[in-house]
Antibody, heavy 117, light 107 residues
Framework: EVQLVESGGGLVQPGRSLRLSCRTS????????MSWVRQAPGKGLEWLGF??????????EYAASVKGRFTFSRDDSRGIAYVEMSHLKTEDTGVYFC????????WGQGTLVTVST | EIVLTQSPGTLSLSPGESATLSCRAS???????LGWYQHKLGQAPRLLIY???RNAPGIPDRFSAYGSGTEFTLTISRLEPEDFAVYYC?????????FGQGTKLEI
């Protein structure tokens, strides 16, 4: 059974950093790109970007709203994807989901990030 | 960046009826890279349709989709109580990816 579990969310002050993790199981992690999507309170889904597999040199793509502040990485040996978020803003508040592959065929339950003083 | 606009914003229907949801793109792109997702509050979004018209595993054939270029449609026939949720279209394939703003399907 494919499973994705996000963790690392919480309350953080504006300007600070936070790292989220996405632990996976049930599939060959190294074969897939991994994406990140968020949902601000009361809003729709927002694509944040993804990291390709090692076969594609782990190249990354970012949405304009997070480029330069967010960094995706992965640990294929442990089946974990990460997003390092820096210079956080209040508008970064929301539930953060990791998803599998280009089609986002599987999603985690999400982890809540609250950026506030 | 391609912008996806979904309509209507809210659709009010009853179980047993059919729903037609629209997704319009600001620029033409291949329907091979269009997906539809169902999202219920507090749950993980679920992939319904990929490659424009292919049902994801386990998705009943009451859900169907078609379209090309700038116009894409999701149809849900014989609505069941569990179908009432928010639906998103999603362009993938070449970055930047993007989601529509969603259509809320309510009873």
């Amino acid at each position: 059974e494919v499973q994705l579990v996000e963790s690392g969310g919480g309350l953080v002050q504006p300007g600070r950093s936070l790292r989220l993790s996405c632990r996976t199981s049930g599939f060959i992690f190294g074969d897939y790109s991994m994406s990140w999507v968020r949902q601000a309170p009361g809003k729709g889904l927002e694509w944040l970007g993804f990291i390709r597999s090692k076969a594609y040199e782990e190249k990354t793509e970012y949405a304009a709203s997070v480029k330069g502040r967010f960094t995706f990485s992965r640990d294929d040996s442990r089946g974990i994807a990460y997003v390092e978020m820096s210079h956080l803003k209040t508008e970064d508040t929301g539930v953060y989901f990791c998803t599998r592959g280009r089609t986002s065929d599987f999603w985690g339950q999400g982890t809540l990030v609250t950026v506030s003083t | 960046e391609i912008v996806l606009t979904q309509s209507p914003g809210t659709l009010s229907l009853s179980p047993g009826e059919s729903a037609t949801l629209s997704c319009r793109a600001s620029q033409s792109f291949s329907g091979d890279y269009l997906g539809w997702y169902q999202h219920k509050l507090g749950q993980a979004p679920r992939l319904l349709i990929y490659s424009g018209s292919r049902n994801a595993p386990g998705i009943p054939d009451r859900f169907s989709a078609y379209g090309s270029g700038t116009e894409f449609t999701l149809t849900i026939s014989r609505l069941e109580p569990e179908d009432f949720a928010v639906y998103y279209c999603h362009k993938y394939g070449s970055a930047p990816y993007t989601f529509g703003q969603g259509t809320k399907l309510e009873i």
